[in-house]
């Protein structure tokens, strides 16, 4: 299969997931994780109707993204990797929507350059379900009062939750925890699953699925 090919199934599969969840046509959206991939690879992809990518890393997104976005002026590129505070401006800069804030080192810097640039990339809080010590993400139990911080002291609006469930568990439990978190913040997105769970995240309420090599092939 191309990579066009793989991505109809996807979407397909996506499709039937929101029907199975009794959830509205096209409510979730499908984020395509391009990360190791050069831009000849994911330009099939963009001129197959995909707009919204994902990217783990700042460096390797500036080598590849500047001159795709000038290419298509309506893609929305996506920050899922862990983000260091001396890439915040570089991250403000390149990205439209930055999931892994994760603690206010971080938010302190992106509230910083979102000032300084005048650019503001929407914000999701990642949460490290797990408790994994080697995964970014604030702890469940300090997410609320962490959202909180961002919009009260830094004027930060946050739009949603994200998670990375660990890879050895059933992610289901993992997700209904980002969901239940995300209603008592009074959020409404939630940004969850992958290639091999992303019908299961659809099915607890995720509004966005990162899918990478379900799409591009193995990394
Ligand atoms: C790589 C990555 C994905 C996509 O993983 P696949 O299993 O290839 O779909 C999703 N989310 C994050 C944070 C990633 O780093």
């Known amino acids: 299969m191309t990579s066009e090919e793989r991505l109809q199934d996807v979407l397909a599969r996506i499709g039937d997931a929101e029907r199975r969840a009794k959830r509205q046509p096209q409510s979730v959206t499908?984020?395509?994780?391009?990360?190791?991939?050069?831009?000849?690879?994911?330009?099939?992809?963009?001129?197959a109707?995909?707009?919204?990518?994902?990217?783990?890393?700042?460096q390797e997104s500036q080598g590849k993204w500047p001159a795709l976005k000038e290419e298509f002026a309506?893609?929305?590129?996506?920050?899922?990797?862990?983000?260091?505070?001396?890439?915040?401006?570089?991250?403000?800069?390149?990205?439209?929507?930055?999931?892994?804030?994760?603690?206010?080192?971080?938010?302190?810097?992106?509230?910083?350059e979102m000032q300084t640039q005048g650019r503001q990339p929407r914000l999701y809080v990642q949460v490290n379900t797990g408790l994994e010590p080697q995964k970014a993400g604030i702890a469940p139990r300090e997410t609320a009062a962490f959202v909180e911080f961002c919009r009260d002291k830094?004027?930060?609006s946050i739009e949603?939750?994200?998670?990375?469930?660990?890879?050895?568990?059933?992610?289901?439990?993992?997700?209904a925890l980002l969901a239940t978190l995300a209603e008592q913040c009074g959020l409404q997105k939630l940004s969850?699953?992958?290639?091999?769970?992303?019908?299961?995240?659809?099915?607890?309420?995720?509004?966005?699925?990162?899918?990478?090599?379900?799409i591009f092939g193995n990394r």
């Not at 949603?160 to 997700?175: K, Q, R, S, T, V």
Request: proline letters at 6%.
């Open 30 to 47: 499908l984020v395509a994780v391009s990360k190791t991939f050069d831009a000849d690879t994911i330009r099939p992809v963009i001129a």
């Open 49 to 58: 109707g995909q707009r919204v990518f994902g990217e783990n890393r700042v």
């Open 74 to 112: 309506d893609l929305e590129l996506r920050l899922i990797g862990p983000l260091q505070s001396n890439k915040a401006a570089d991250a403000v800069a390149l990205f439209d929507v930055i999931e892994t804030v994760d603690r206010e080192k971080i938010a302190r810097a992106l509230a910083d």
């Open 154 to 156: 830094l004027g930060l």
């Open 160 to 175: 949603g939750l994200m998670c990375i469930p660990p890879a050895d568990e059933n992610p289901g439990p993992h997700f």
């Open 192 to 214: 969850m699953g992958m290639s091999g769970d992303f019908e299961t995240a659809i099915e607890f309420g995720a509004t966005s699925v990162r899918v990478g090599s379900a």
